[in-house]
């Protein structure tokens, strides 16, 4: 049985698929890279990347830049001198590599941003005649990730222009740090008792997502026998997606912040209750992050103790040293 672990600072490693460019490879149009710090230091102790570039091995390097061109609907992609057609040679590379990063069991994919290829969002998509008009015209995916997320729609993806926000970022990766877990989980090949415990211990990390997600999966693992198992498994992996994809905010966490501080309440001092008001507040006001009021909920749980809490993955959800709570504007 594969081993897991959410507690004592135990971390799964994470499974990265990454636009080959961001990890320093030279593999853009001409000739440079797009080395991105975020990935090559913060996150390169802790996971593992498979990368990839869907142009340089189809068009070589240097080459000519290419655009997406909207015609009638169909989008093609053409060099921006030439107007040479590449979309097919590029479309069945795509097509052989999705699968091979697919079998890697990943639990997120880091894109480059603005890429006709790569890229997430805001792509744009030229007129036939090369002609773009701004906002009357539209915009889209890149076409390696539109192909991927249409075969997959459920996996984080994130480009690298986008981690440079707080909130983004840390919503990207405890996704992705939490896909890990379950993925770990499942190799474990659990019982309905794990998987209770699974949800018990993400209770408050599921709550700080979606209450009503959080309640849909609750039920899923109450229904589980040893029977259904695997068709409950598989409805609640659909859901911690879905819940996973919402975006914290600084109310919905104070409100999960509450809930953990009443298992304390009654035990803390005059004192303690009072530094934990003024804090949480100050969170409140974008005076002071996150992890302030966690390290002050982790002394208090160190102190006084709780066995529910303390198998609880939102109190140490990654590494610390990625410093994802570390912003005032991690929350909004
Ligand atoms: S953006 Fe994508 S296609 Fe372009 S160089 Fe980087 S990895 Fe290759």
């Known amino acids: 049985m594969a081993h897991y672990s959410w507690s004592n600072e135990v971390y799964p490693q994470l499974r990265l698929a990454v636009s080959d460019c961001l990890r320093g490879t030279e593999c853009r149009y001409n ?3 797009a080395q991105e710090d975020f990935i090559n230091r913060s996150l390169q102790s802790y996971a593992v990347f498979f990368p990839f570039c869907p142009e340089a091995p189809v068009l070589g390097v240097p080459r000519e830049t290419i655009r997406l061109v909207n015609v009638d609907g ?3 992609v053409r060099g921006t ?7 097919d040679s590029l479309q069945t590379y795509i097509d052989k590599v999705i699968p091979h990063l697919l079998k890697q069991d990943l639990d997120g994919v880091i894109v480059k941003s603005r890429s006709p290829t790569c890229g997430l969002e805001r792509i744009k998509q030229y007129r036939p005649t090369g002609e773009w008009f701004g906002s009357q015209d539209k915009m889209g995916q890149g076409l390696f990730t539109h192909r991927l997320l249409e075969k997959v729609p459920s996996l984080a993806v994130e480009d690298e222009g986008r981690l440079q926000d707080a909130w983004l970022r840390e919503t990207f990766i405890l996704r992705v740090y939490t896909q890990a877990r379950w993925r770990m989980f499942l190799q474990s090949e659990p019982s309905v008792t794990q ?6 211990d993400h ?7 979606s209450e009503v997600i959080y309640r849909e999966m609750g039920k899923l693992v109450a229904d589980a026998t040893a029977q259904n198992l695997p068709e409950q498994l598989k409805a609640y992996a659909q859901k911690l997606h879905a819940a996973l994809a919402c975006r914290t905010t600084t109310g919905v966490m104070i409100n999960v912040l509450d809930h953990i501080y009443g298992y304390f ?4 001092s005059e004192e303690e209750r009072q530094l934990y008001i003024e804090t949480r507040e100050e969170f409140r006001q974008k005076i002071i992050p996150l992890i302030a009021v966690i390290k002050l909920l982790q002394q208090f749980l160190k102190h006084y103790g709780s066995e529910y809490l303390s198998t609880q993955v939102i109190l140490d959800p990654y590494p610390a040293d990625l410093a994802l709570r570390s912003k005032t504007t991690a929350y909004r």
């Open 31 to 33: 000739g440079g890279h």
């Open 74 to 76: 169909n989008i093609r």
């Open 81 to 87: 001198r030439t107007e040479t057609d590449v979309t």
């Open 195 to 200: 998987f209770q415990a699974f949800h018990r």
């Open 265 to 268: 309440k009654k035990l803390l």
């Open 203 to 209: 209770k408050y990390l599921l709550l700080s997502k």
